[in-house]
């Protein structure tokens, strides 16, 4: 079964930085892309960044770009989200989510169980 | 960006009934589209990709159709598993989903 266990987040202030890990098991971690996704009830599902299975390559949506680092260590099957100078807009449950498809376009066929991040003073 | 839209915002169907959403891509995304499904509390879950591929577990119930702009996702004999939030999500030309439809219980 997989299964992607997400831990950081919370409460965190405007200016600072959010460092969250995903911890996966349940299948050969190193074959797929990886993906992180965030939820707002203003802007639904949003996605933020991609990962190649070697790590040799990432994308990051606009709203992130220049703030945002998406990383692996594929020896550990882990996969990492670090988001800097934090603002209010930030504020989200944040997925780590498996993805499938090919290079130019993924889908996302696992999903972890969301961690909840609010940015505020 | 490519925007998606789902019709309609909320859909009121009774259980062994049988329920279709619709999504819109607002330019030609082929087939590169994919739906899933949110329980409330629960994070999404895939059903179909490349917009009629059964995700693996998904029963025969789920099919989804279309090409191009125009897609649907159509559930028959709805269970009581099956109410919940359904978004539609292009993966074309970066990534961008559908406002939602929520399926409730008439």
């Known amino acids: 079964e997989v299964q992607l266990v997400v831990s950081g987040g919370g409460f965190l202030q405007p200016g600072g930085s959010l460092r969250l890990s995903c911890a996966a098991s349940?299948?050969?971690?190193?074959?797929?892309?990886m993906s992180w996704l965030r939820q707002t009830p203003e802007k639904g599902l949003e996605w933020l960044a991609n990962?190649?299975?070697?790590?040799?390559?990432?994308t990051y949506a606009d709203a992130v770009k220049g703030r945002c680092t998406i990383s692996r260590h594929n020896a550990a099957d882990f996969v990492f989200l670090q988001i800097n100078n934090l603002r209010a807009e930030d504020s989200a449950v944040y997925y780590c989510v498996r993805a499938s498809g090919s290079p130019s376009g993924v889908y996302f066929d696992s999903w972890g169980q969301g961690t909840l991040v609010t940015v505020s003073s | 960006e490519i925007v998606m839209t789902q019709s309609p915002v909320t859909l009121s169907v009774s259980p062994g009934q049988s329920a279709i959403v619709s999504c819109r891509a607002s330019?030609?995304?082929?087939?590169?589209l994919a739906w899933y499904q949110q329980r409330p509390g629960q994070a999404p879950r895939l059903l179909i990709y490349a917009a009629s591929t059964r995700a693996t577990g998904i029963p025969a119930r789920f099919s989804g159709g279309g090409s191009g702009t125009e897609f649907t996702l159509a559930i028959s004999s709805l269970q009581s598993g099956d109410f919940g939030v359904y978004y539609c999500q292009q993966y074309y030309y970066w990534y961008s989903f559908g406002q939602g439809t929520k399926l409730e219980i008439k």
């Open positions: 330019q030609s995304i082929g087939r590169e």
């Open positions: 349940g299948f050969t971690f190193s074959s797929y892309f």
């Open positions: 990962i190649k299975q070697d790590g040799s390559a990432q």
